[in-house]
């Protein structure tokens, strides 16, 4: 059973490689948002459901370039994949602020904690959107 859901998830190595490398830039991404997030509330003053968006569309931007070139080999992309790429992004911010707003002000979470749940949900998100989008299929 564990074997044929390997390979369901990862039929080539290619895909395993891709997941990787998948899992490597989105984990820098996600120290670049949280190191954001965090410098933003504590040594901006921002309240954390404003400096969350902020930290998360500048990781935006970044994982999108390595996402395009690094993760999926995608250099090639037409105009309704980029719009697609954007919508899903938005998508997820959204997901991100609903999780970080339940967490903080719900829950009553510290911020940052909250901010580790959000992204694991995200991520979940980005990896199916952003393969589908780019490549056509999950």
């Given at each position: 059973m564990f074997d044929s859901l390997i390979r369901k998830f990862f039929p080539s190595t290619e895909r395993f490689w891709e997941v990787f490398r998948f899992l490597l830039v989105?984990?820098?991404?996600?120290?670049?948002?949280?190191?954001?997030?965090f410098a933003l509330t504590e040594y901006g003053g921002l309240n954390p459901l404003v400096s969350a968006p902020i930290a998360f569309t500048v990781s935006l931007v970044v994982n999108y370039i390595?996402?395009?070139?690094?993760?999926?080999?995608?250099?090639?992309?037409?105009?309704?994949?980029?719009?697609?790429?954007?919508?899903?992004?938005?998508i997820g911010l959204g997901i991100n602020q609903v999780v970080m707003w339940f967490f903080i002000d719900i829950?009553?979470?510290?911020?940052?904690?909250?901010?580790?749940?959000?992204?694991?949900?995200?991520?979940?998100?980005n990896y199916f959107t952003k393969r589908y989008v780019l490549h056509g299929h999950v």
């Open positions: 989105g984990g820098g991404c996600f120290l670049l948002e949280y190191g954001l997030l390595l996402c395009v070139y690094v993760v999926f080999h995608a250099e090639q992309q037409s105009k309704k994949q980029m719009a697609l790429f954007a919508l899903t992004s938005i829950i009553g979470i510290w911020y940052m904690f909250a901010k580790v749940v959000a992204s694991a949900v995200v991520m979940v998100w």
